[in-house]
């Protein structure tokens, strides 16, 4: 790939990860707003799925199409991975704040590159282990400001921010067991199926919630843009944006961007509602950051092993 695709490929995903950061800070403002977990998480994959399915309709008919053994296990998979793990962070949210859950959400890889040696066998290094020490502990340092003896689930915000770490392992987990679908089915087919089950889910989760849904009558036209904006943009189409960089420029530095997402996070957090965080919330966000780099490992060497890999 000549450099001037790499260049357009990299501002692409700056701004999904633009995007991606805001996604925090603009939930919260709709929930100070009356709109409960329940309803945010179902909004935001019903206003997703939607403009999916003429792709999803557009795969099946190029791709294998999947078995209904594959769709069963596809939709479980969108019951933890999207449905839990959308509750997990916006009842998250709703205990911390914007900048805490975006950084903790981002913490994901810290916990995928665990499972992954668990379940997929992959590599994992001493220098891997050394990230995921100090990256929980930034995470411990973002959770409790520097005061440790906030270490208790009586604690709002750090209950909180709990739920948050759950829902990075959650999805995990999720992209761990996606991993073997996307290769058989490509990535806008298992994706549809697992949003489209995850939707539904949320919607009988919320209703038995007893979700009071009138409150969307009370939305303003203002709000109901921002709701659309965190499913269309924020979720369906950086997604398919993300997908394809994956395949043009690598899944090393695609992924390498997602570094950005709590950083933007935490500035429109500040910029917007007029969070504060104080210097143990910076440092925990800067070791969070190392130590995701850690497990990464050098792009050059990963290139060299995949390579290799091939060859063999």
């Known amino acids: 790939m000549n450099k001037r695709k790499t260049i357009l490929w990299s501002i692409a995903l700056v701004l999904c990860t633009l995007v991606w950061g805001s996604f925090h800070p603009i939930s919260k403002h709709l929930m100070s707003r009356g709109l409960s977990p329940l309803i945010m998480s179902f909004l935001r994959f019903f206003f997703a799925v939607l403009p999916m399915i003429p ?30 793990f959308s509750l997990l962070i916006y009842y998250g949210l709703e205990m911390s704040n914007a900048t805490s859950s975006s950084i903790l959400v981002n913490s994901q890889p810290l916990f995928a590159s665990v499972l992954s040696a ?18 929980l502990f930034g995470i411990t340092l973002v959770v409790t ?13 750090v209950l909180g921010n709990l739920l948050c770490v759950l829902g990075a392992i959650s999805i995990s987990v999720f992209y761990i067991g996606l991993k073997k679908y996307v290769k058989r089915f490509g990535s806008t087919i298992p994706t549809f ?51 394809r960089a994956l395949h043009a420029i690598g899944v090393i530095r695609s992924t390498g961007f997602k570094f950005l997402v709590p950083v933007f996070g935490a500035i429109l957090s500040i910029l917007f509602l007029g969070e504060r965080a104080n210097a143990a919330v910076y440092v925990g966000i800067g070791i969070v950051l190392v130590a995701i780099l850690f497990i990464q490992g050098p792009v050059g060497k990963q290139n060299k092993n995949r390579k290799k890999s091939v060859n063999s």
């Open 55 to 84: 792709l999803f309709v557009a795969e099946l008919k190029k791709n294998v199409k999947p078995g209904w053994k594959d769709v069963a296990v596809l939709c479980c998979f969108g019951s933890f991975g999207v449905s839990g």
């Open 118 to 135: 668990l379940i997929l066998k992959e590599k994992f290094t001493l220098k891997h282990l050394f990230g995921v020490i100090i990256g």
């Open 145 to 157: 400001r520097g005061n440790f003896s906030a270490l208790s689930l009586s604690n709002t915000y």
């Open 193 to 243: 199926i697992t949003i489209a089950a995850g939707t539904v889910i949320l919607f009988a989760v919320a209703l038995a919630g007893g979700a009071e849904f009138g409150v969307l009558y009370s939305v303003s036209w203002k709000d109901w843009l921002w709701i659309v904006y965190i499913g269309v943009l924020a979720t369906a189409i950086t997604y398919i944006i993300f997908n």
